[in-house]
Structures are given as structure tokens and as C-alpha cells.
């Protein structure tokens, strides 16, 4: 009986050691990724002097957007025109285990090799970062805090509410106008709102003690690094980059560009990490979670 009693303390303790390793791997700061260990590091420094909201921001660092095509290639995802968004989701540092595995893998990998840097931010407090970015801006913290701060903005906005507000209230005011050029106002209103997080972005670069010209210097690689830039598509979502260039040049050289030391910081933020699920979240120290 007593033998029983041992064998079953030293099963109990083993499953506690892995159950206590395994939670630690999976929730641990330390055990990040390097690209979510810079990302907090941008953000720590951020909050020193920022203000970002009184809402928790999650970030996910994902496949990317070379996935659409790559999936599109293998067959995989069959719509030229849908996005697959479910693959350029794909967390890029777990081996995936779907349909298709092998292919999808080699396409991730693809993905990272071969990607741009960009990244997204969406209404719901989610900004996403193509892994890729990473590898095209490394050794430029700088660069990639100015990506950063652009979509914090966007998180702060809640784009593209205003922009859509606009186009609905366009159609009120005139319930003829084509669907075409209600689209037209709301690509109008969102090319503003792109102009207002580059200021936007420039500034929290600007408080956070980054030099005075990060935001500009960034904004002319990001362009050189995607190659073309002068195809209508382009310029559609946001101003096209001699514009963005002028406007972010003339914001900075206003006498107003000055750092401003501000008393409603979001810092100290507090931190989640979710190894399996793929995101790293801060919470503003105004709120409670
Ligand atoms: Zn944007």
C-alpha cells in the first residue's frame, strides 16, 4: 500500500513540474519571441510619456499578407478575390497541422522570406504585424516603433468609424448617389484619416524622446522597401507618397512639433502573453483589469 502511495507523490509531482513548466513557457514575458520582446519594448517606451487610450490593445504577429498569394498559387485558397485572411493569420512560429500541412508550412516560411514589412490595426483594439517586418527592418528599432505608432493611432481613432460616418451621411443628404461614389467619399475620408495618423504617429514618436525626423526617415524606407508606388491602387487607401511626405514634413516643421511633458501617461503598462493562442496584449495603467 505504501509503495501505491509513493508511486502516486511522485506521478503528482511530475504532472505538477509540467504542468507548472508548461504554463510558464506558454504565459512567460521572458520566454517571447524576440519580435513580441521588441514590440513591448517599443510600447513600454511609448507610455512614458503618451497617452494611449483607456482600452486594453492586443498585438498579434501573424504570417502576413504574402499568404493570399502563396495560397492562392498552391490552389489552397480558390477566390482570387478573397483575401484568405485565415491564412495570412497563421501564426508564424508554430508548426501549422491543417489541411495541406506541408505546403502550408513551406508558405509561411515563404512568407517571412519573401514578405514586406506592414502592419494593421483594427477598430477592435487588435493592431496585426506581418512577421516579415521584422526581417526588412531589422537593426531599425526605430522604423518599426514608427510603423507601430501609426497604427496606435488608428486604434485610438477607431478607424475607419469617422471616414464611414462621412459616407453614410453623404447617402442621407443624397439617397441617389451610386454606391460608387459613396465609396468615393468613404476612400476620400479615409485617406484623412491615414494623413491624421501619420501626424499622429509622428507625435507619440516625438513624446516618446525618438529623434525629431524617425517618423519622415521611416515613411520614405517604408516606401522604398514596397517598391512600386505610383499604380492607382496604391494611392487609393492612403495619400499617395509624395503628398504623406509633405504633409508629414510640414507637421514636423510647425513650430507646435515639440515634445510636451503630459501628465495623463499610460505607463505602467500591464502585460499579457498567450504562447498558444498567438498575442501579446498591454492594459493603460487607467484602467483596471
Ligand atoms: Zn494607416
Known amino acids: 500500500m505504501k509503495k501505491y502511495i509513493k508511486l502516486a507523490s511522485i506521478l503528482f509531482f511530475i504532472f505538477i513540474v509540467f504542468y507548472s513548466v508548461n504554463r510558464y513557457r506558454n504565459y512567460s514575458l521572458s520566454l517571447m519571441p524576440k519580435e513580441y520582446k521588441l514590440v513591448k519594448k517599443i510600447f513600454d517606451k511609448f507610455s512614458l510619456n503618451n497617452d494611449l487610450g483607456n482600452r486594453p490593445v492586443s498585438i498579434i504577429i501573424r504570417a502576413g499578407e504574402d499568404m493570399h498569394y502563396l495560397m492562392v498559387d498552391t490552389g489552397i485558397c480558390k477566390d482570387k478575390k478573397n483575401i484568405c485572411f485565415y491564412f495570412e493569420n497563421l501564426d508564424p512560429f508554430k508548426k501549422y497541422r491543417g489541411y495541406r500541412s506541408r505546403d502550408v508550412n513551406y ?6 522570406l519573401h514578405g514586406h ?10 493592431i496585426l ?29 477607431f478607424a475607419p468609424f469617422e ?8 447617402w ?10 459613396i ?13 491624421e495618423a501619420d501626424l499622429g504617429g509622428a ?30 491602387g496604391q494611392s487609393k487607401r492612403h495619400p499617395d507618397y509624395i503628398t504623406r511626405i509633405n504633409l508629414i514634413r510640414a507637421f514636423m516643421n510647425d513650430e507646435s512639433f515639440h515634445k510636451k511633458k503630459i501628465r495623463d501617461k499610460s505607463s505602467p503598462l500591464t502585460w499579457r502573453y498567450n504562447r498558444r493562442e498567438n498575442w501579446l496584449k498591454f492594459y493603460p495603467n487607467q484602467i483596471t483589469n
Open 203 to 232: 507625435l507619440i514618436l516625438l513624446q516618446a524622446d525618438y529623434p525629431k525626423d524617425t517618423f519622415i526617415k521611416a515613411m520614405e524606407y517604408f516606401y522604398k522597401q514596397s517598391g512600386i508606388i505610383h499604380t492607382k
Open 172 to 181: 442621407q443628404d443624397n439617397p441617389n448617389k451610386t454606391d460608387e461614389s
Open 183 to 195: 465609396n468615393e467619399v468613404f476612400l476620400n475620408e479615409k485617406q484623412i484619416i491615414e494623413a
Open 129 to 157: 504585424i506581418n512577421r516579415s517586418t521584422f526581417r526588412v527592418l531589422e537593426g531599425k528599432e526605430n522604423f518599426i516603433a514608427a510603423a507601430i505608432a501609426h497604427e496606435m493611432f488608428h486604434i485610438i481613432q
Open 117 to 126: 514589412a506592414n502592419a494593421s490595426a483594427s477598430p477592435t483594439g487588435t
Open 163 to 170: 471616414a464611414s460616418f462621412k459616407a453614410l451621411k453623404a
Open 107 to 112: 508558405a509561411i516560411k515563404q512568407s517571412y
